[in-house]
């Protein structure tokens, strides 16, 4: 907006000079001031005129502890995918946290959302997360089996879950570290939380990698084959035949020996190729990454949208199918706000149950040695 005014110089004649005004909002009302006076205030506060506080608090704020393969695979799909508007990055190795968060933030046209971090051991920035998921911890090499990581991510964790807890009481945590099932069951004795809102990652992939196998060999939709693993996310895990379906029939009615040793079309292998999937990508590619963090998201949007759908998840399974032992494994369960809503009995045939209860000695063997 330009004003000309005529003015007298000292002669006694008569020039213009040109004075800017310029519009701004000050507390809802459009009025004007010159440039002098507007030099004051800054670049956002010509340009908005605040109402309202904004806020900082977020219904679905997710925080995932660790920025290697496995976080950063769970951080991507989580806002890919929509599941978290507002995740948070925490890991011990401050390079390796900012050096993901930038790559994140650089990226965040791309998505809906926005992404935070933490440096070191301060937990601060997770406070009010509706979800934490644990994937720090030593990888699993070559070779080692996810049992033989208790002790060392026993120790990680002691500094981690009790620092999740004190800034986000209500949080729901994930642990995705492995070995999950011990883990979980270690996270669960450090939180003092309730067993509803302790989960681990449990053989909701192994499930996944049943479900493919099938329907690879079936040639139909993954989706459109019906099968569950259970128990340890691991070797001892336990292949449901006797509730295998497609289309809503059961496949053990049309070869009744399926699964077991006797069938003779081998169906047994399918479940040897699903114990042996990790240890094959590991062996490719040094780790896995991208099926889990899928994995996490698939399990973390059934959270956050109370959406009651069932997961084969780890869990204290201690009452269920003829387990005595506080002991976390994998069933099917009913997640939701609340965390777990409900875990569903499977009605296991005789030798699913025993090798179920195998898992479960073996999972306690393993928990009893545990230095708390």
């Known amino acids: 907006m330009y004003d000309n005014y005529r003015t007298s110089g000292n002669s006694g004649s008569y020039g213009y000079r040109t004075i800017i005004l310029i519009p701004v909002f000050i507390r809802g009302e459009n009025v004007t001031c010159d440039s002098a006076a507007c030099i004051k205030m800054n670049t956002k ?36 995918q929509g599941v978290s508007s507002n995740v948070t990055i925490i890991d011990v190795n401050e390079n390796k946290m900012m050096g993901e968060l930038l790559d994140f933030q650089h990226g965040s046209l791309f998505f809906n959302g926005k992404v935070t971090g933490c440096k070191g051991n301060d937990y601060s920035a997770t406070a009010g997360s509706k979800v934490c998921v644990i994937t720090a ?48 069951y270690v996270t669960w004795k450090l939180s003092g939380l309730p067993k509803n809102r302790i989960i681990g990652s449990g053989t909701n992939l192994d499930t996944s990698r049943f479900r493919f196998y099938i ?33 809503g029939v059961r496949l053990r009615d049309l070869n009744p020996a399926m699964g077991t040793d006797n069938d003779p079309e081998n169906w047994k292998e399918i479940h040897n190729k699903v ?59 009913v997640l939701g706000r609340n965390g777990i809503i409900a875990i569903i009995d499977p009605h296991l045939v005789e030798a699913e149950r025993c090798s179920l209860k195998f898992s479960a000695a073996k999972m306690m063997e393993v928990a009893n040695g545990i230095k708390f």
């Open 275 to 333: 114990i042996r999937s990790a240890y094959e990508v590991i062996e490719l590619k040094g780790s896995t990454s991208w099926a889990i963090g899928l994995s996490v998201a698939n399990i973390t949007r059934s959270i956050l949208k109370n959406s009651n759908k069932i997961h084969a998840i780890s869990t204290n399974i201690k009452g269920m199918c003829g387990i005595e032992q506080e002991v976390f494994l994998s069933l099917p369960c």
């Open 137 to 184: 911890g030593a990888r699993q090499k070559t070779g080692e089996s996810r049992l033989d990581l208790v002790q060392k991510n026993t120790e990680i964790l002691k500094g981690i879950v009790p620092n999740l807890v004190k800034y986000s009481p209500d949080t729901i945590i994930i642990v995705v570290s492995n070995p999950c099932d011990i883990l979980a």
């Open 215 to 247: 329907a690879e060999k079936m040639k139909v939709a993954p989706e459109s084959a019906h099968a569950w693993i259970i128990g340890e996310h691991g070797d001892t895990s336990v292949a449901v035949w006797s509730g295998v379906s497609v289309a």
């Open 45 to 80: 506060d010509q340009l908005l005129s605040v109402i309202s506080e904004t806020c900082d608090t977020s219904i679905d704020k997710v925080t995932v502890v660790g920025a290697g393969d496995v976080g950063t695979a769970c951080i991507f799909t989580l806002l890919s």
